[in-house]
């Protein structure tokens, strides 16, 4: 069973621009949560989509926003980025009707704002 | 207070001995608690979770979890370097919100 994908891995933008992450569940997972870490925060909740609607919302300014499709494939965007946005952004799935909580995490997008 | 804390470390142990890692949460209704390893550069990766009272082991990890002092645990024995990692503790919350602590950097010297 394919894990799950993030992609780009890696990118760099500056400041003002915005972002498109990109998130690629386990199949058969519907719900995706999306975490900043950043080395002084640790792991942040953005997010968590189920169905294609937003369930859960952590506290982040307006500027990170996400969907989910029909094939529970997750973006998030970032707009208006900040120098403190540079992090890595975590996409995990999980199994919501075998309701263990468990996270599968992808390998991340680390996003560095110059 | 934070809903999840862990002592950030680093914690550092001789190979071979027990690790001893805490957490405290702070929602009395939590009912399932998880812990994950990360490896620097890696994303975590689930080596125990436990709903019930008392020591779940498996292996060489034991996850103890005391309810009515709000207290969950992870004891690593025999430590190899191997284990060398952070160790972060996760509450789930209601509604599918899984809160992290800051993790725990342990150091095991070979």
């Known amino acids: 069973k394919a894990g799950v994908t993030q992609t780009p891995r890696y990118l760099i933008k500056t400041r003002g621009q915005q972002v498109t992450l990109s998130c690629s569940p386990i199949s058969g997972h519907r719900s995706v949560s999306w975490y900043q870490q950043t080395p002084g925060q640790g792991l942040q909740f953005l997010f968590e989509y189920f169905s294609e609607t937003q369930r859960n919302k952590g506290n982040f300014p307006g500027r990170f926003s996400g969907r989910q499709f029909s094939n529970s494939r997750s973006e998030m965007n970032v707009s208006t980025l900040e120098l403190g946005d540079s992090a890595l952004y975590l996409c995990a799935s999980s199994d919501r009707q075998m309701n263990t909580g468990e996270l599968f995490f992808g390998e991340g997008s680390r996003l560095t704002v110059l | 207070q934070k809903e999840v804390e862990q002592n950030s470390g680093p914690l550092s142990v001789p190979e071979g001995a027990i690790a001893s890692l805490n957490c405290t949460y702070s929602?009395?209704?939590?009912?399932?608690f998880f812990w994950y390893r990360q490896y620097s550069g890696k994303s975590p990766e689930l080596i125990m979770f436990?709903?019930?009272?008392g020591d779940k082991e498996d292996g060489r990890f034991t996850a103890q979890l005391n309810k009515a002092s709000q207290y969950v645990s992870l004891l690593i024995r025999d430590s190899q370097p191997s284990d060398s990692a952070t160790y972060l503790c996760a509450v789930p919350t209601g509604g599918f919100k899984t809160i992290f602590g800051a993790g725990t950097r342990l150091f095991v010297k070979a």
């Open positions: 436990i709903y019930s009272n």
């Open positions: 929602d009395r209704g939590s009912q399932s």
